[in-house]
């Protein structure tokens, strides 16, 4: 057995038995796509593999949203929407909420991972910066995916019906959004570098952002200068979307922005994918 | 394991320094802020050899490792793989190297073998390859019979195999390995030295350790001796350890400024303190010991005891201080 593991491997393929009389180039054949997938699959069995993460990241929001939906709902009517209940008009803001917990949740074990675990193997190895921003990217992607899937699966207890959905723009805002907030996530985690600090940019900045997109209040009823800061927040347009997603053709009027419209609120979200995902990518290839 | 194992395909035999260095790293320089961490720092590690980087923590042995992996760039310096100019920003480079570090970097949370399709995959091993080439490293590193329970419920000794285990599924030329001794107990370390013996000889795989450990350093076919970021000497354990003259007689006592300052004026023995305990050189120490003894009154030293030189007390003559400082 001491023969070590060369032993029979010159058998297959011609690389592979070779030292240095082998090229270079033909030794550092990890692709892109089998990196990003060896990555995305690593997150998903780590996920499937806590029961109890499964559970609390489905519980917490489903908590604050039946905690604050049913305390808020009699002192609470959105402004021009007057049948909608608090507990429905409050359920997007939920699902908005959880991808952004999961996307905080994924990349927040970058700032240790990346000195003292394992994210360590994959800057030695033969793989770009590139990839590894998509891997960790998509593997939190794929969670908040699955999560947010489940509580869509929940909606018709908020009194959305699966039936009237429009699937096409529920699943791009999601997808989109969960892209962007966990591409931001991994720029906040490589550039800050500390715990402390990522905490610090990500939940005193984005809870707010996400408190002013709608998720709590409508922008019709806003004061101005809120109104005006909602417009500016790139949140507003994915709660948007996400809001006419679950409603599909039923939208009841005034509970999405007038000046607002679906292509609008999807580019949106596609400009801060691709703009998080370039910035952390920039991040990651710079910075050691 | 290895020595009744029959030799192997590949060139057997220890390993005669080749002319062309599987690595060479000249005059490496790096700073982190004032301080210069590695300060010109020049070594070459040849095929089917084990080279030792050794010094105390803050020597720039870390440093070193990490420059040499491409996680951190040189502010200045040269690296030659086989002879060619390389970066180890490319990843061509990358793909000949496999990195141990000294903090494991396998993922707890999945099983011994997952973590090695993991490290298949990063490499870019072809799935057809991967699955055999996975339970021959899980064999060598013998790892079998546990490799479908998750890391996590592994010894320090394990973890540090299943981390080399992964690092030797792409075939790599060269081994870098930051203090492979750190969190493994005496018997398994001793075990995982066998397998890279092992290894470097059926492979001509060359092997960079660090270490600030003498023992550990022994293994070595040479050692770098680093101190404060500069190389204060290179050489094998023998040509290092004949830098101190003859035996090296250590006192352990109370007070050991007064105990060499004692041993300096009445034998005229030149006596350094290293770790808190005083060393004399000495070309007989079996006959300086009873001398040192009549000096002192009983229980004034706690013990008295001749050795042949190791790789510490080497570092202490050429610094002056101990390696644990």
Same mark, same amino acid.
């Given at each position: 057995?001491s ?37 995305v ?52 803001g ?18 240790e ?24 990217t ?10 947010a ?55 005193v ?20 200068a ?38 609008l609120?999807?580019?949106v ?20 | ?18 002319p ?7 005059d ?128 320090? /000794?394990?973890? #540090?195999? $299943?981390?080399? &285990? =992964?690092?030797? %599924?792409? +075939?790599?030329?060269?081994? !870098? ?62 040509e ?25 004026q ?32 009983? /229980?004034?030293? #706690?013990? $008295?005891?001749? &050795? =042949?030189?190791? %790789?510490? +007390?080497v570092?202490?003559? !050429? ?7």
């Amino acid at each position: 057995m001491s023969a070590g593991i060369q032993a029979d491997s010159g058998a297959g393929d011609g690389a592979e038995g070779g030292t240095s009389a082998v090229p270079l180039e033909l030794r550092a054949r990890a692709t892109a796509s089998g990196v990003i997938a060896a990555l995305v699959g690593r997150d998903l069995r780590r996920f499937f593999r806590q029961r109890s993460r499964i559970a609390g990241s489905l519980a917490q929001p489903l908590i604050l949203w039946a905690v604050l939906g049913a305390g808020l709902g009699d002192s609470f009517r959105a402004a021009g929407a007057g049948g909608v209940s608090y507990l429905q008009y409050f359920f997007p803001g939920t699902i908005v909420l959880t991808v952004l917990f999961t996307a905080i949740f994924s990349t927040i074990s970058v700032i240790e991972d990346r000195h003292h675990g394992f994210l360590q193997a994959v800057l030695v190895a033969p793989v770009s910066r590139t990839s590894l921003v998509l891997g960790k990217t998509l593997g939190g992607v794929a969670i908040a995916l699955l999560q947010a899937t489940a509580l869509v699966a929940l909606a018709p207890l908020a009194g959305f019906s699966l039936g009237g959905m429009g699937y096409a723009t529920l699943a791009g805002a999601l997808l989109l959004s969960a892209v962007g907030f966990t591409a931001l996530g991994f720029a906040v985690a490589w550039w800050i570098d500390s715990t402390q600090g990522y905490h610090a940019v990500m939940s005193v900045a984005l809870i707010p952002l996400w408190m002013l997109s709608g998720a709590m209040f409508p922008a019709s009823g806003a004061h101005r200068a809120v109104e005006v800061l909602m417009r500016a927040n790139p949140m507003t347009y994915a709660m948007s979307a996400v809001r006419r997603g679950l409603y599909g053709a039923q939208l009841p009027a005034g509970l999405v922005p007038e000046w607002s419209s679906p292509a609008l609120e999807l580019g949106v979200c596609a400009l801060f994918a691709v703009a998080a995902t370039c910035v952390a990518a920039m991040l990651c290839r710079r910075r050691a | 394991m290895s020595g009744a194992a029959p030799l192997p395909l590949r060139v057997g035999g220890a390993a005669p320094p080749a002319p062309v260095p599987r690595l060479r790293a000249s005059d490496l320089r790096r700073r982190f802020g004032a301080r210069a961490a590695l300060d010109g720092v020049s070594f070459a590690v040849y095929p089917g050899e084990i080279l030792g980087l050794l010094g105390p923590n803050g020597a720039g042995k870390t440093t070193a490792f990490r420059l040499l992996s491409g996680l951190i760039p040189a502010d200045g310096g040269a690296i030659e793989l086989d002879g060619a100019p390389a970066r180890p920003a490319d990843r061509g480079y990358r793909a000949r190297l496999g990195v141990v570090f000294q903090e494991p970097s396998i993922d707890l949370k999945l099983t011994g073998r997952e973590n090695l399709a993991l490290g298949a995959a990063l490499y870019g091993v072809p799935r057809a390859h991967a699955a055999r080439r996975i339970d021959q490293a899980l064999a060598l590193m013998e790892l079998g019979a546990r490799a479908g329970e998750l890391t996590a419920t592994y010894s320090g /000794g394990m973890r #540090r195999r $299943i981390e080399i &285990a =992964r690092v030797l %599924l792409h +075939d790599p030329d060269l081994l !870098l390995l930051d203090e492979p001794g750190r969190g493994v107990d005496p018997e398994a370390l001793r075990r995982i030295w066998d397998q890279l013996g092992a290894l470097r000889r059926e492979r001509r795989l060359s092997i960079i350790v660090t270490t600030h450990q003498p023992e550990e350093a022994e293994r070595c076919d040479r050692i770098v001796i680093l101190d404060a970021g500069r190389v204060c000497a290179a050489g094998t354990p023998d040509e290092l350890r004949a830098r101190v003259a003859g035996d090296v007689v250590t006192v352990r006592g109370d007070a050991p400024e007064e105990i060499a300052a004692v041993i300096g004026q009445r034998l005229g023995l030149a006596a350094r303190i290293a770790a808190g305990e005083v060393a004399i050189e000495a070309a007989r120490g079996h006959e300086i010991v009873p001398r040192i003894a009549e000096l002192f009154a009983p /229980g004034r030293l #706690r013990s $008295i005891a001749t &050795a =042949r030189p190791t %790789l510490a +007390d080497v570092f202490a003559k !050429l610094t002056g201080r101990g390696l644990d400082a």
